[in-house]
Structure formats: C-alpha cells, structure tokens
C-alpha cells in the first residue's frame, strides 16, 4: 500500500505540524476525511441530478427541482460544517444534556403537531420546509452518549450504567416508533456497536444474534423443527463451554424419551398433545435432573442455557403474534418478500425488483451520466432518495458502485482511527457512535436496494436527496472532526 493509501484511511500524526510550539489551525484539520466528505457530497448530487434530471429545468440552482434544492441544502451542509470547526471542541461537552433534552422535546412537539408523510409523522414544517427531526436525533444521542460514559466514575459492568445507557438510547426510540417511523428507529442499534468497541459483554450479541436468527426460521419452519433447532443449540453452547459432550448426550436422550413418553401417555387417554407440547413437557420434566446434575458438578452457569431455552421458545411463539398483530401490512409484506415467502412483483415486491434490474442493467461500467433507463423513466420509485444506489449502479455500473463502497469504507475506518487516537473518551465514544451510525445506514441502505434487507426509508449518507439527512450526517462528522483536532490543539497549549 502506498504512502499516499495509508495516509487516506488510517491518517497521520499531525503532531509534527506543530513545530516550535506554534500552532496553525488547518493543520488540526484531518483533511483527508473532508476530501472524502466532499467527494461523497459532490457525486451524490450529481446521482440526484441524474435521477430526476428535467431537460426544461436544466439549471442546477433550479429550486422547484430536487437537484436545484439538494445544491442549496449543501450549500447550508458546508456552512453549518466550517462553523463547527470554529467552534471550541470542549463545548460539545458542554452542550450534550441540553441538546439532548431540547430535541426530546421536538421529537414530541412533532410527535403531537407534525406533518404526516409516507405514513409517518416524522416532520417539522417550518414554512415551505419540511425538517425531519429524528435524523438531529441521533447525533444528540452520540453526544450524550459520551457525556455520561466518559464521566470519572462510569462503569459499564454495573447494572446503573447500563440502566441509564438504555434510557438514553431508548426514550428517542420510542417517541420515534410512535411517530411510525420505524426505519430510523432501527439505525439507533447502531449505538450497541459502539458499545461492543467499549467492553460491552460480547454474550449479549451472541444472544441478540441467536433472536435474529429465531426470528427468521420461525417464518421457514414449523414450531416441532424449531424446538429441536432451539434445544441442540443451547445443548452444543454449553457442553463447548463446559466440556461435557457424554452427560449432554446423555440429557438429550432424556428429553426424547421424556417427551415420547408423555405423547404415548396423551395418546393413550385421548388427550390427543401434539409432538412439540411433548417434547416441551419433557424438557420441563427434565429440569430436576438438570439442577441436581449442576449442583453436583459444580456448574453454575447451566441456568443462563436454561433461561435462554426458555426466553427462545417464548420469543418464538410471540413472533406469530407480533407479526399478525402489531407490524403493519406493508412491513409484513416486506419481511416475507425477503424470506422468498411470497412474491408479488407488481405489488410489494416491485421496488426491489425494479432496484435489481436497474444496478445490475449498469453492468461493468454503467450506462454513462444520464443515461438510465430504469432510473430517468422513474420505473424505481424513490430513485432520487432511498434508492439513490439504483442510480449509481446503472449509470456507473460496479466500477462506480465499487468507488462507492470505498469512500464509505474508507470514511468509517478513518472515524474509527479518529476514535483511537482521542486521548479522552468523550471523544473516542463520540467518533466510535459516528463510524457505527453511518455504517449502519450504509449497510441497511444498499442491503435493502440488492434484495438483502427488507425494504425501509432509511437514507444513504450524503447521497440521498434530503436537507434533514445531509445537516445531520454534515454535524456528526464535522463535530468528530472537530474534537479530533482540539486535541491537538490541546498538546500545542501544553508546548506553550
């Protein structure tokens, strides 16, 4: 790799700028990062522009065109950007709470007043302009984030800080659900990654995993499949973990012969169980056995596989009633249309189907600027927002696509250096929430254009068309930026 490669996803000790004890102010700055943001926000436009591209309105500071006014929302972008970085890192520490606090307040003013659009209430109007506060929301919830858990005394072992962290994160997602706004929602569970970096038990993933993948084969199988798959994972984890393949053997065999017996029993005297009821009543009937052979051998991590056995079954049961009862008609449709549960491709299954024929229509190269079809005829819906990627890939085929991967890569990995080399952990905390916080869009964003990921309205990062998601994204990096260089900073004073 060469000097100038390293230099552009891993940085460079601009310690070195200070010399003499001076200090200049660019050379706090981690430019690459901003190159990478300029590029990003320059070739998003230019996708927009494709997109929705209007031959009588073929000016690029046309307001009553997206292209027109996503210029002027980056316009404000790189005001808001330059502004940051004039600003004092240290007072983003100060600010955290009270940010926090004011937009909690907006997420329930719009809550109760805002303005319904795709079935959401998730918007502020203001005038002619239309503000969706959730996106604000996250970056607030990055700071306070790291306020409280850089404070002296934190400990992420102990049940308080993890009590309050699940406030933190928790309250805006709920006021965001009930805005029915359940895509933005979603990208909050960005904030476990960054608690996975700062020591978060890695058991809890595991586990979280584990759900996910419950989830998804309660819909695949029947319920009798589904408790043996349960059953002989949580019997495989714990004999790795202890060490006892014969004894689990031996339990498992138990079980069966339990829940044989008891089918028989019910068979017999008419009371007609199905498999599943049996083999549940004889893992329940099992349980003494299990507790005695735990006291003896001394294991007492045996009840966390049991706990968990039992939290899957009903978890698994609960998927059936959650799915008919709560999730709306359009978000069923989506989770079975990945699943390839049902295909209907004039109706829900249409936007990722026409996504797919226009990314993979661009081929090696793409079709060249303007030159779409599936995007320019509009036969994508949402092409200029949500399904920006769909332009990329058929205008500029992999090789464009693939320059797209690289500068999220490439933007994230840089935030995650910026958060290694923070010498407090507000910092850290804060850049490490950033990195997670456009990753998870990333991902869930081209996940869901390629078939991946079910269908929700969740931006690309400074590719979409949107003033809210562009002034968002712009802040988080921008403050990152500029936390990164008050150390700096911080290190030229002490020269001094």
Not at 414 to 419: A, E, N, P, V
Not at 486 to 492: H, K, L, N, R, T
């Amino acid at each position: 790799m060469t000097n100038a490669a390293n230099r552009l996803i891993f940085g460079s000790d601009r310690a070195a700028a200070h010399k003499g004890g001076g200090r200049l102010f660019a050379a706090d700055i981690d430019w690459w990062t901003v190159a990478i943001y300029v590029v990003m926000v320059f070739f998003g436009w230019l996708n927009i522009f494709a997109a929705v591209y209007d031959e009588e309105h073929a000016r690029i500071f046309d307001l009553s065109q997206r292209y027109g006014m996503q210029m002027l929302w980056i316009g404000i972008s790189f005001f808001l950007a330059i502004s940051i970085l004039l600003i004092d890192g240290k007072y983003w520490h100060m600010l955290a709470y009270p940010l926090y606090f004011f937009m909690l307040g907006v997420m329930l003013f719009v809550l109760l007043f805002g303005h319904e659009s795709h079935g959401a209430q998730s918007w502020l109007s203001i005038g002619s302009v239309r503000i969706q506060p959730a996106e604000f929301m996250k970056f607030v919830t990055a700071l306070a984030l790291a306020r409280y858990m850089s404070a002296y005394n934190f400990d992420l072992r102990t049940g308080k800080a993890i009590y309050y962290i699940g406030l933190i994160i928790g309250i805006p997602v709920l006021l965001i659900l009930a805005q029915n706004d359940t895509g933005s929602a979603m990208v909050f569970a960005a904030f476990f990654l960054m608690l996975y970096r700062e020591g978060f038990g890695t058991a809890l993933y595991v586990v979280a995993l584990m759900f996910v993948f419950l989830f998804v084969i309660s819909f695949l199988l029947e319920p009798l499949p589904i408790l043996f798959v349960v059953f002989f994972l949580c019997l495989a984890a714990q004999g790795l973990v202890n060490r006892n393949w014969r004894d689990s053997a031996r339990y498992a065999a138990l079980v069966l012969l339990l829940g044989t017996v008891v089918f028989g029993i019910g068979t017999l005297v008419g009371a007609h169980l199905s498999l599943f009821a049996s083999m549940l009543t004889g893992a329940v009937l099992s349980l003494p056995w299990l507790v005695r052979y735990g006291i003896r051998h001394h294991m007492t991590n045996l009840w966390k596989y049991v706990v968990f056995f039992a939290g899957a079954v009903v978890f698994t049961g609960l998927v059936d009633y959650v799915f008919d009862n709560i999730l709306q008609l359009h978000q069923q449709k989506r989770i079975l249309d990945l699943l390839g549960i049902e295909n209907d491709p004039h109706g829900w299954s249409y936007n990722v189907i026409q996504s797919k024929i226009a990314i993979g229509s661009g081929g090696f190269a793409g079709k060249g600027f303007l030159g779409g079809t599936q995007t320019r005829f509009s036969f994508v819906p949402e092409q200029s927002t949500d399904f920006i990627f769909c332009t990329v890939g058929e205008e500029w085929g992999f090789i464009g696509s693939l320059f797209v991967v690289t500068l999220f890569f490439a933007l994230i990995l840089r935030l995650m250096r910026m958060g290694e080399r923070q010498k407090e952990p507000f910092g850290r905390i804060y850049c490490y929430s950033v990195a997670a916080i456009v990753f998870t869009h990333f991902a869930i964003n081209i996940g869901m254009t390629v078939g991946l990921f079910p269908v929700v309205g969740i931006p690309l990062p400074f590719f979409s068309y949107g003033g809210s998601s562009l002034m968002a994204f712009t802040i988080l990096l921008f403050v990152a930026l500029r936390l990164d260089a008050s150390q700096y900073e911080e290190s030229a004073r002490k020269l001094l």
